[in-house]
């Protein structure tokens, strides 16, 4: 096989509609024959490219070779280098990381800050803004190693789809995918290529070494054509995959509604959707939710209002008739969450400071913007949210219902004081038309006890 050739006829079919001719290409170098060999296809094909070496040292006098190896290169090639050293073992033990994650997230944290870098000085000399895309070496035997490990540990169609060859959103593009180790091998000896030895690829020390050096073989000795059979699988993996998002992405589009930063999905629609746990998966696992809560977000479709779950960056908040996906981020979400622990709510509509207290005999001349209500009447956590449409109460004095809407009428508020009104609930029972009027069921009966001490300030 003409690898040069094979690589510029891949390159044209699936990179040239993405990268901009005019890109500088960062290609990550080891120093091994998989870098080597694409650095010298990169520099063969005339890209603007320039290197990116990390020495992790975590090998000693062979991580420093590695690093005098890769300079020496550069300049043979003529490009620029850039090179950053890492304490990866300690970064390990800091972060309670395997030394392979570790050094996995230190490279790309690095590659994204020096992609960024790049892209200023570029902005400063280009007002064309041609980009910048990060070059690593992965083939595909790493690839065939990749889908192992994820069907032996337990994966969906992701994982089955190995790993990607361009992932827009972090500008990372593996070229060399299509192509096996041995191409590569028989290149690097027509070219002439030196290269250097990782000491450690040699060990069964990490799985994805035991996979290299003892399951493959044996799988090969079974099944002569393993390899591209479980090349070709992936890719049809890839293609059922692509498939399968369109699919789900238009079945959970059809019931989801945006308001802002919050997507509001009506619980009787999120119900009909089946599988119930695959569709539930896709609809969390965005918003930074782990399969283990897929039980936990499926049982809030039966939960009282003002019940949730949450992730680092969202929370799943049932909300009468819908469950809401809110960022935690959100500076004045429009729905809250009410802890009995909280003692300041901050909200659009101002803050809330809640207090619990014992009292003998019922406050008289309390202002609207406080509420004194028995802790027995109450179920945490309570809910905070803007008035809707259909909401209704029973006012402080009367003894029949009204809608909220009526009451904010005979209030002559305009409609944009009206959009600044919120409710508080407790198991989808308002409690309060925050800082009008206190609901007549949550009105303080008994002449002592224990109450909720609630006062809203603008």
Known sequence: MD???AFANHWKEKMAGTVNPDSTLLLAISGGIDSVVLAHLVARSGFKFELAHMNFQLRGAESERDELFVRKFAQQLEVKLHV????TALFAAEHKLSIQEAARELRYQWFAALRAEVLSQTAQENKSHPGCWILTAHQADDNIETLLLHLFRGTGLEGLSGIQPVRKKEALIRPLLPFYKNDLRVYAGEQGLSYVEDSSN?????????LRQQVMPVLQALFPEVAKQLTGNIERFREGLQIYRSAVKQQIDRITIQQGEERHIPIHSWKQLHPLPTFT???IHPVGFHAAQIPEIIKLLDAETGKFCQSETHRIIRNRKHLVIAPLSAQHPGLITIAQHDQHILFSGGTLEQSNINYSGIPMDTPVNEIYISTADINYPLLLRKWQQGDYFYPLGLNKKKKISKLLIDLKL??????????????????WVVGIRLDHRFRLQATAGEALHLVHRK
């Open 84 to 87: 950053q050293r890492a304490d």
């Open 202 to 210: 040699a060990t069964d020390h990490y799985t994805r070494n035991k």
């Open 281 to 283: 998966w896709e609809i």
């Open 3 to 5: 690898l040069f050739q």
């Open 414 to 431: 305009s409609i944009t004081e009206k959009e600044k009104v919120f409710v508080l609930t407790t198991q989808d029972k308002i409690i």
